[in-house]
């Protein structure tokens, strides 16, 4: 197995480095599949020259420009019109107070290139400048999509070596041992290596969408899910190596015992990751299959590589403490004894303040931010945002953002007659044509992502679309793509949602042979994701300073929370269930479960807590409040719901819990036998 472990490497490692090469972090590949602004996106992609690059470039003075100030914006700006082929000359409109002077910069000059595209965007930047008390930016989209770019691409570096020290400093902790942590973080690392070698392959052999977030996610995910298999496995080792002389037979009964429940575990995750696939928005609908080729990659790894390095390395690999052969482990007083025991003797209690709790968590959602803007998507504010925050102060009553639309070639002189007659609409400019379509440029009355700019939008979209009075137009632009994000991630949540309570049941089902555990479980989690949404709507404005949520959220986070904390789920119950087959009766294989598989849950959940809470120490803010909320879901999963409410609610339902499997049934007592009467003559 070590030598077969050792060709896949080899093979899977110059594969793994070409991942980095094919992530497309544009903004159509955020967007909704179907929705108006994508077409837009494509169809300006596929127009002469290419989608254009746009932006604004702002010269601003707290006092007021001076002459010499404009003089230099003209300068830099002909300077650049020198250099680059401008799809138009840019015209200098000053804001009213005289403090600002902006200029729109347009080009389809770097065609359909991402690095062509940043380094236009860079060489631009290179070129205005101020100083002395003015103050030059580049903004608008193009500029936007160049610094998201480079905060993604300089992801993949921090997020993988703060993800293994922290996960080796856990299993330091929790092992006490200088040698065997190693192992499980040395086979997550190479399971990550062959996740991104098969995601790569995937990307060539169906184009499926590979982008900066996901592949960082897949990487928490390897570490994070493969880190608590290891945990159970070696956990579950352990305790066979003290019964049985052989390490290899250990490991084969190792393997026969918690196998399955690790096989459900990583099931359910990889089902509900591949429910994302039912999303409209590319980006969630990418994450599904990269998630899951992460989980089952950990999966083989941790049941093939990690049983044979544990074999071959033997019972020394525990040292300091080594599981003997007939030795006794360390009798503590266990702290799952005494939650279980609190639970056992007053579940109703234990139960009620424990939903009380959650319930009251997710209220909290209601304090959840507004959605998320492209422009606050950022932790720190780059170039690009604080252009277009001068822009927003400096004419309040000015779209800087134009709404981009897209026509029939044949009906184009119809769709700017009806463009300039729409109510909102300030000014109407005819673009490019090519490839049967027609570009128009349409300016609003209102700022950008304002109630007017929307109405405006919406306005557009009715008189221009494919109704009866329309001619067949799609309306895009940046702010037309965040309310298709924001209405898409709406419908995706009510499509994936039954999806992944349907999946997980299923395999829950076919795992525990029962509707009723299964069922509680999913309840259990569904209420962490919640009060985990709740918590972040008490954190992320009031403590964070986070300017909205993102409009995918609350789709991720439940797709995650519910795959993965079920895991834990499946760990508890699949023990109970192993306990009462061998003839416990309910309350004691309950708290036997709790007690045996307590500390490994719980320090499963804490490396996985940790692996998450990496993402909120990332500079973009939807990764920041999926690492926050994923987290604190793991947290409360593993420490009050696992531990408090599975247990107390099986302690009080019996064996209801089962229902209607065979466990469900009441054994029939077992019959007396029979005291034999002595003989009337002596004889038995």
């Given amino acids: ?159 993988l070596y703060t993800t293994v020290a922290v996960v080796a400093v856990l299993l330091i902790l929790i092992y006490r041992s200088p040698l065997l942590w190693l192992v499980p973080l040395t086979v997550a690392g190479i399971a990550d290596a062959l996740s991104m070698a098969v995601t790569y392959g995937l990307n060539q052999a169906f184009d499926i969408t590979v982008s900066g ?80 080729v992460g989980v089952l990659c950990a999966l083989l790894a941790m049941l093939t590589l990690l049983p044979a390095i544990l074999v071959l390395l033997g019972r020394r690999l525990f040292w300091p403490l080594v599981p003997a052969y007939g030795s006794e482990p360390k009798r503590r007083r266990s702290v799952f004894a005494a939650m279980g025991g609190s639970a056992g003797r007053r579940p109703v209690a234990v139960l009620a303040t424990g939903a009380a709790v959650l319930g009251a968590l997710a209220l909290g959602t209601l304090n959840l931010p507004g959605d998320l803007k492209q422009e606050d998507s950022f932790v720190s504010r780059p170039e690009s945002v604080t252009a277009m925050s001068t822009l927003a102060d400096a004419y309040p009553q000015r779209s800087s953002r134009p709404v981009a639309v897209v026509v029939p070639t044949e009906r184009a002189a119809e769709a700017l007659e009806k463009a300039r007659t729409t109510e909102g609409v300030a000014a109407v400019e005819r673009g490019r044509t090519g490839g049967g379509w027609t570009e128009i440029a349409v300016i609003a009355e209102d700022a950008p992502q304002t109630t ?69 479980l999913v309840a259990a989690v569904v209420a962490v994701w919640g009060a985990a949404l709740g918590i972040g709507g008490l954190v992320f404005g009031p403590l964070l300073g986070l300017g909205g949520t993102d409009p995918g959220l609350a789709l991720l986070s439940f797709v995650f929370l519910v795959a993965l904390g079920v895991d834990y789920g499946i760990f508890l119950m699949h023990r109970m269930r192993e306990e009462s087959l061998t003839g416990a009766e309910p309350a004691a294989a309950a708290l036997t479960a709790l007690r045996t ?46 531990t408090y409410l599975v247990t107390s609610a099986s302690l009080l339902l019996g064996r209801r819990v089962w229902w209607p499997g065979r466990l469900s049934r009441t054994p029939a007592a077992a019959p007396v036998p029979a005291v034999p009467k002595p003989d009337p003559v002596g004889r038995a």
Avoid at 91 to 96: A, E, F, L
Avoid at 597 to 610: F, P, R, Y
Avoid at 633 to 642: A, H, W
Wanted: net charge negative; glycine share 12%; hydrophobic share 45%.
């Fill in 1 to 159: 197995m070590l030598a077969l472990w050792i060709a896949v490497l080899a093979l899977a490692g110059p594969l793994a480095g070409k991942l980095s090469g094919v992530q497309q972090n544009r903004a159509v590949d955020y967007l909704p599949a179907g929705a108006d602004s994508t077409r837009v996106a494509e169809i300006q992609a596929q127009m002469p020259g290419g989608e254009s690059t746009d932006l604004v470039l702002v010269y601003h003075r707290d006092g007021g420009l001076t002459a010499a100030d404009r003089a230099t914006a003209r300068e830099q700006v002909a300077a650049v019109a020198g250099r680059h082929e401008l799809t138009h000359e840019p015209t200098g409109i000053p804001s009213d107070d005289g403090t600002t002077l902006m200029y729109a910069v347009s080009s389809t000059e770097p065609g359909q290139d991402d690095e062509a595209k940043n380094a236009f965007v860079n060489d631009v930047r290179d070129t205005v400048e101020g100083g002395d008390g003015l103050s030059a930016e580049a903004g608008g989209p193009g500029a936007l999509t160049t610094d998201m770019s480079e905060v993604f691409g300089s992801l993949d570096g921090p997020l």
């Fill in 213 to 292: 977030q996901s592949a960082g996610v897949m990487t928490i995910l390897v570490f994070g899910a493969g880190t608590d298999y290891a945990l159970l496995l070696i956990s579950r080792y352990r305790e066979e190596l003290r019964r049985t002389p052989h390490p290899y037979d250990a490991m084969r009964t190792t393997l026969r015992g918690c196998g399955p429940a690790v096989l459900a575990s990583s099931g359910t995750v990889a089902a509900g990751m591949l429910c994302l696939l039912a999303a409209d928005l590319n980006s969630s609908r990418g994450m599904g299959p990269t998630a899951a």
């Fill in 452 to 520: 007017g700019e929307t109405r405006t939008i919406g306005a557009l979209r009715s008189a221009l679309g494919d109704g009866p009075e329309g001619v067949g137009a799609y309306v895009g632009g940046v702010s037309a793509q965040e309310i298709d994000l924001e209405r898409t991630s709406e419908r995706d949540l009510k499509t994936v949602v039954p999806l992944v309570l349907a999946s997980v049941l299923l395999i829950l089902v076919a795992l525990l042979r029962s509707l009723v555990g299964p069922a509680i």
């Fill in 597 to 642: 598989t307590g500390a490994v849950i719980a320090s499963a959940g804490l490396v996985l807590a940790a692996t998450f809470a990496v993402l909120t120490n990332m500079p973009l803010v939807p990764l920041v409040e999926l690492g926050f909320v994923i987290a604190v879901g793991v947290l409360l999963d593993t420490f009050l719901v696992r």
